[in-house]
């Protein structure tokens, strides 16, 4: 368990293993928690590093970056580790031991790496909490699920939350071409070249995930190596038998990434679930971030559907967290299931021309006074200024309502209207709710 112990050959390790990077100067992206004046930089040049946990999607570099950390501290402390789906509370507690002897025998302080920290249950969290709150140990952990939700309070209070960022196409661009180089670790040896269009396929279905290119990369040079062809070239081809995934036409920053989601955004507004799936399932299967798909789908839900099916957002939001929960491939059918009920519900953009309407005339009136009668008077002062007098309160009249004004009196004299709904789905039943409010409010008003 030992961060220097050598367990095995390089060679027969997966390359994504091999090329860990041995010193922290190595390491790709993360830049805001690396940079020159960072926080976790300063802790681990003055040898006061803190507890953490590192939180972040996989592949990102959550158990480099914590073996890299142990390397860089000064003096560097003794690296034990545990993996939260292996170990019990009996691993703990020898961990904790050695940690213990480490501190009396050696004068070393201990860094206790936890990988998956999420999958330990309270019991187990609640072990860690007094040899991190007394420094015995160090504690890094590692989870791709949300801290807040997964890490006991009592731990997370005795941390910090450093989070890590999906690595960018640039970033998984230079460690791709690294492994290509590395005659020692990785595949120099061979003198491969990575065609263009290989290239571009493999960063795009990695997904920014680098333990997932480099493996498929790996793979893709097998393939090269068994099938022969032109001499040291992994095409295409090669790839996308590793990754058995087609290249389709796209381009997550060119024009085809805003033709299809053009296309499945006017699919749903002209209510063909058909076309709706189809294109969903184009950026799909060409690796669109899944994610940028589903908040499109939540825009759509107010934007097009709005009020004539308030439970749109709900569907759209729920298949967003879906397929957070449940990620690829099976949380994609939850996101056809959002766009088949989005493309078959009553639409109204009511919403959407109201709420441009409002900034329009924001823009073009100001910072326009609250009316005395529904502003809150919580000091004497203020309601001897009048805040609040006048005001009424609705749910002392007949079906809590009473007809009173509530925009700027200078809004109420341009009788503005934002919202007016139409006679689609719930919209119909909000109309007539509004017409009945406004009517009666009309009458108020008129002298008699």
Same mark, same amino acid.
């Given at each position: 368990?030992?961060?220097?112990?050598?367990?095995?050959?390089?060679?027969?390790?997966?390359?994504?293993?091999?090329?860990?990077?041995?010193?922290?100067?190595?390491?790709?992206?993360?830049?805001?928690?690396?940079? $020159?004046?960072?926080?976790?930089?300063?802790?681990?040049?003055?040898?006061?590093?803190?507890?953490?946990?590192?939180?972040?999607?996989?592949?990102?570099?959550?158990?480099?970056?914590?073996?890299?950390?142990?390397?860089?501290?000064?003096?560097?402390?003794?690296?034990?580790?545990?993996?939260?789906?292996?170990?019990?509370?009996? $691993?703990?507690?020898?961990?904790?031991?050695?940690?213990?002897?480490?501190?009396?025998?050696?004068?070393?302080?201990?860094?206790?790496?936890?990988?998956?920290?999420?999958?330990?249950?309270?019991?187990?969290?609640?072990?860690?909490?007094?040899?991190?709150?007394?420094?015995?140990?160090?504690?890094?952990?590692?989870?791709?699920?949300?801290?807040?939700?997964?890490?006991?309070?009592?731990?997370?209070?005795?941390?910090?939350?450093?989070?890590?960022?999906?690595?960018?196409?640039?970033?998984?661009?230079?460690?791709?071409?690294?492994?290509?180089?590395?005659?020692?670790?990785?595949?120099?040896?061979?003198?491969?070249?990575?065609? $263009?269009?290989?290239?571009?396929?493999?960063?795009?279905?990695?997904?920014?995930?680098?333990?997932?290119?480099?493996?498929?990369?790996?793979?893709?040079?097998?393939?090269?190596?068994?099938?022969?062809?032109?001499?040291?070239?992994?095409?295409?081809?090669?790839?996308?038998?590793?990754?058995?995934?087609?290249?389709?036409?796209?381009?997550?920053?060119?024009?085809?990434?805003?033709?299809?989601?053009?296309?499945?955004?006017?699919?749903?507004?002209?209510?063909?679930?058909?076309?709706?799936?189809?294109?969903? @399932?184009?950026?799909?299967?060409?690796?669109?971030?899944?994610?940028?798909?589903?908040?499109?789908?939540?825009?759509?839900?107010? $934007?097009?559907?709005?009020?004539?099916?308030?439970?749109?957002?709900?569907?759209?939001?729920?298949?967003?967290?879906?397929?957070?929960?449940?990620?690829?491939?099976?949380?994609?059918?939850?996101?056809?299931?959002?766009?088949?009920?989005?493309?078959?519900?009553?639409?109204?953009?009511?919403?959407?021309?109201?709420?441009?309407?409002?900034?329009?005339?924001?823009?073009?009136?100001?910072?326009?006074?609250?009316?005395?009668?529904?502003?809150?008077?919580?000091?004497?002062?203020?309601?001897?200024? @009048?805040?609040?007098?006048?005001?009424?309160?609705?749910?002392?009249?007949?079906?809590?309502?009473?007809?009173?004004?509530?925009?700027?009196?200078?809004?109420?004299?341009?009788?503005?209207?934002?919202?007016?709904?139409?006679?689609?789905?719930?919209?119909?039943?909000?109309?007539?709710?509004?017409?009945?409010?406004?009517?009666?409010?009309?009458?108020?008003?008129?002298?008699?």
């Amino acid at each position: 368990m030992d961060l220097f112990d050598a367990v095995e050959e390089r060679g027969a390790r997966p390359l994504a293993d091999r090329m860990r990077p041995e010193v922290l100067a190595d390491f790709i992206g993360q830049d805001h928690l690396l940079g $020159e004046d960072s926080l976790l930089l300063r802790a681990m040049q003055s040898g006061r590093l803190f507890s953490m946990i590192l939180w972040g999607p996989p592949g990102s570099g959550k158990t480099t970056l914590a073996r890299l950390i142990a390397r860089a501290t000064v003096p560097p402390p003794r690296f034990l580790s545990l993996s939260a789906v292996m170990s019990g509370v009996k $691993e703990i507690k020898a961990i904790i031991d050695q940690a213990r002897d480490n501190r009396r025998f050696h004068q070393m302080n201990t860094l206790v790496f936890i990988d998956e920290i999420h999958r330990f249950n309270k019991a187990q969290q609640d072990a860690f909490l007094p040899h991190v709150e007394n420094g015995e140990i160090i504690l890094i952990g590692a989870t791709t699920e949300n801290p807040s939700f997964e890490v006991i309070a009592p731990l997370l209070s005795r941390t910090r939350v450093m989070v890590l960022h999906q690595l960018s196409e640039e970033k998984l661009g230079v460690i791709i071409r690294r492994a290509l180089e590395d005659e020692k670790r990785g595949l120099g040896h061979r003198k491969l070249q990575l065609s $263009e269009d290989a290239l571009a396929h493999l960063i795009r279905s990695s997904d920014g995930d680098a333990r997932m290119a480099l493996n498929n990369l790996e793979a893709a040079a097998s393939l090269a190596g068994e099938e022969g062809g032109e001499a040291g070239l992994i095409s295409l081809l090669h790839v996308e038998g590793a990754i058995q995934r087609k290249a389709l036409q796209y381009d997550k920053a060119g024009e085809e990434h805003y033709n299809l989601i053009s296309a499945f955004h006017k699919s749903m507004r002209g209510s063909d679930p058909d076309a709706a799936l189809y294109w969903l @399932g184009r950026m799909l299967e060409a690796g669109e971030e899944p994610l940028y798909i589903a908040r499109r789908m939540v825009r759509f839900a107010s $934007e097009d559907v709005g009020n004539a099916d308030p439970q749109a957002l709900m569907v759209a939001i729920s298949a967003m967290e879906a397929f957070r929960f449940t990620g690829p491939p099976e949380g994609e059918l939850a996101l056809a299931q959002a766009a088949v009920y989005l493309a078959c519900a009553e639409k109204s953009n009511a919403l959407y021309r109201g709420y441009n309407m409002v900034r329009q005339t924001i823009r073009e009136t100001g910072s326009l006074p609250v009316p005395l009668h529904i502003r809150n008077a919580p000091t004497p002062l203020m309601g001897a200024m @009048g805040y609040g007098r006048g005001y009424k309160y609705a749910h002392e009249y007949e079906e809590a309502f009473v007809a009173q004004d509530y925009l700027p009196q200078k809004l109420r004299e341009k009788g503005l209207k934002f919202y007016q709904p139409t006679n689609r789905g719930f919209e119909e039943t909000i109309a007539r709710r509004l017409n009945k409010w406004r009517s009666l409010g009309e009458v108020v008003k008129t002298p008699i």
